[in-house]
């Protein structure tokens, strides 16, 4: 990304007044955002990335909710957005948060170094009272130069007082001021000079300080001007410093409070502690996802919703119009029809199981464990060149594959993106193909089903250790921050999970639909019944498996499950389900799941991650076949 | 002596932070060069766990073998 673009903001949503929340992650700026716009809510998606907006009304104001960041920047795509809405402001609520006020106010500086005419919204005093930290927010008023408000979001408290500054909104103490001049080396006044010189030359200070602080995004636009100073460092040294003195005389701890929550946070990654514990975890989400959602919620909606009455509704309405015995009738409503399997897939399967990984991930995101997660499994994910943050996309696969490739988009560099696509399209079985696999193995000895657990533990491993060390370049490490261990609110992690959920669909719903009509095209011209005999060698001489066994391969290619459940169909000695599971896991990923990896990197990638995906699979299919029976 | 070395409740000063980038997110969450910061646990081979007042944040094993500490009182 080297073009100078910034995004430009949708025509509609233009107004008189823009109002941005702007704040560190999880500090509850949605809440805010919540209160101040009420019900009618617009989100949009941030061209090229996941990232989607919220916007709404405030009297004739629109107000936008950005990412989460600690700083402006152009670090990552959450940075890029929250920068450029950030620099489109007219007034900023920063949202801070009041227990992290060290972290925080680097945030809350950068902004009043930029000019911006803002207010401060003191959250989670609640946090504050009781970890026993007294704030003298007179004095923090003063130090910023803009209005302080304290609230507790989560209680509903001060939130009507934020909504009346808002007019207060005002600019404060920037570090280029001369205020605070008698603070700094000799070193810092020169860039303070050049600071003055070049804001001379620029639209406004924001501008200006971009380009200091070394933002490539801007300083294309500014490609006219004579040679600029990197004074990135030597600004955020400055602003830490300041930061520091501002806390230093506002802020006075009770460092020995007892505190339940920062227990609760260190047994969590005490490792004699937090392995039974993540373990205990990983049986919940089981008994909720595996169980509840999979078992009894899909049961519900897809067999007896959309099986069951919407199907047979959709092809009575066909048959008495265009007639199912043609082609069209084929595409809408066939076997593989884009009004019946594409609709039952993704509105009978998908969506129950999805909005209930997206449920479990905003409780472990918003509970604070997540990172700690992250911190618990960064070793072993740093061996196949990922690290700890990869665990979310990891754990998303095992809901869907399609949107756990779309989630990689958090992992911090290329390399990490491919490592993580790929194994997801390698080894990870989706749900609604374990679904069916855990139907076959319930029937098997325990042995079998240690050797189909450890098959495909080890070409996980092997592989990612192989892309690490094939793969040029080096993953990046971890660096997280630990927020506090809190009580989720349950609101909050609801709307979260829709607007989630709702994404998802919008985005994989079209794809789930194309590929129902690639696989109804491949049929109707006879493909599908050639690349079944052209696979047939294989199957029979190199995995032992009967012929028929290729049918469930070619259904693999256009959804695991297919796959699987081809299976069943076919008699077949545990032996022989054993390495046919094998292989049908580490076989292709679906043809939605191809279609967003074409879509996230590149055709030629999932071309790779494709063909590699054959060979593995046959390879290890192969080799247990010859080794175990 | 780097921070792999600090085991949790140790108290330190960051020395030095040798790479450019880790430096600058450092700053942002509030760990500089010369900050005083208590150990909060470490995984075995695995990331550090650095406290500052309220505030924690981990760090990978590769970032935390890049910054030096020193002993509180030692100069």
Known sequence: ?629 | MTLVDMKNGHKFIIDKIDDKQTRLQALRFGISEGSEIECAGSMPGGPVILKKNLQEIAIGRRTAEKISVKKKGMV
Request: hydrophobic residues 50%; aromatic residues 8%.
């Open chain 1, 1 to 629: 990304m080297n073009d100078c673009s910034q995004i430009e903001i949708d025509q509609e949503l233009q107004a008189d007044k823009k109002i941005v929340l702007a704040g560190n992650p999880n500090v509850g700026k949605s809440i805010f955002f919540n209160y101040l716009t009420g019900i009618y809510v617009s989100v949009s998606n941030y061209p090229g990335t996941t990232l989607d907006i919220s916007s709404g009304k405030m009297g004739d104001a629109v107000v936008f909710d950005t990412p989460g960041v600690y700083g402006v920047g152009s670090i990552n795509d959450e940075e890029r957005v929250a920068r450029d809405f950030i620099m489109s402001a007219d007034i900023i609520i920063n949202v801070v948060d009041a227990s992290h006020l060290e972290r925080d106010l680097f945030l809350t500086q950068q902004l009043l170094d930029m000019d911006k005419t803002m207010i401060v919204a003191l959250n989670m005093m609640d946090e504050v009272e009781k970890n026993n930290i007294s704030i003298d927010i007179d004095a923090l008023e003063a130090e910023l130069g803009v209005p302080v408000i304290p609230t507790t979001a989560a209680k509903n408290r001060g939130l009507d007082k934020v909504k009346h500054a808002v007019d207060k909104a005002r600019k404060g103490n920037s570090i280029f001021n001369n205020g605070q001049a008698e603070n700094h080396a000799q070193a810092f006044k020169n860039i303070k000079e050049e600071f003055r010189e070049l804001n001379k030359k620029t639209a406004n200070t924001a501008d200006t300080l971009m380009l200091l602080e070394e933002d490539e995004n801007i300083r294309c636009q500014y490609d006219s001007l004579a040679s600029i100073s990197d004074y990135r460092e030597e600004i955020y040294t400055a602003r830490r410093q300041r930061v520091d003195q501002i806390t230093a005389e506002v802020l006075s701890y009770d460092q020995e409070s007892g505190q339940l929550a920062r227990k609760i946070g260190a047994y969590m990654l005490k490792p004699v502690t937090a392995v039974p514990l993540l373990l205990v975890l990983l049986y919940l989400i089981y008994q909720f996802i595996g169980v509840f959602v999979a078992q009894t919620v899909v049961g519900i909606t897809e067999e007896m919703i959309f099986v069951e009455t919407y199907e047979p509704f959709m092809r009575g309405i066909i048959s008495s119009t265009i007639g199912l015995d043609n082609f069209i009738g084929e595409l809408l409503a066939g076997e593989y029809g884009i009004l019946t399997m594409a609709v039952t897939y993704i509105f009978g399967l998908l969506l129950p199981l999805v909005a209930g990984f997206y449920f479990l991930l905003s409780i472990l995101e918003d509970s604070g464990y997540l990172p700690r997660i992250a911190v618990l499994m960064d070793r072993m994910l740093q061996k196949i060149g990922l690290n700890g943050r990869a665990i979310i996309p990891m754990l998303l696969g095992f809901g869907c594959v399609t949107m756990a490739t779309i989630t990689t988009r958090l992992l911090g560099t290329k390399r990490e993106r491919i490592i993580a696509i790929f194994l997801l399209g390698l080894a990870i079985p989706c749900s609604a193909q374990l679904g069916v696999i855990a139907g076959l193995i319930a029937q098997l000895d325990l042995f079998y089903v240690i050797v189909y657990v450890l098959a495909i533990f080890a070409v996980y491993v092997l592989a990612g250790t192989f892309l690490n060390k094939v793969l040029p370049g080096e993953s990046s490490d971890l660096l997280i921050d630990l927020p506090p261990i809190r009580l989720p609110d349950l609101k909050n992690v609801l709307s979260k999970t829709y607007q989630q959920t709702v994404a998802f669909v919008k985005e994989a719903g079209p794809i789930f639909v194309l590929g129902a009509a690639l696989i109804t095209v491949m049929e109707a011209t006879g493909l599908l019944a050639l690349i079944t005999r052209a696979a047939e060698p294989v199957t029979v001489n190199w995995l032992g498996l009967p012929a028929e066994a290729a049918t469930a391969f070619v259904m693999g290619i256009i959804r695991r499950d297919f796959g699987a459940a081809g299976l069943t169909a076919i008699a077949l000695s545990p032996a022989q389900i054993t390495v046919a599971l094998i292989t049908l896991t580490l076989f292709v990923p679906c043809i939605a799941a191809m279609m967003i990896m074409v879509k996230e990197r590149n055709f030629k990638e999932a071309v790779y991650i494709w063909f590699g995906s054959w060979i593995t699979a046959f390879i290890t299919g192969g080799l247990v076949n010859l080794l175990i029976f």
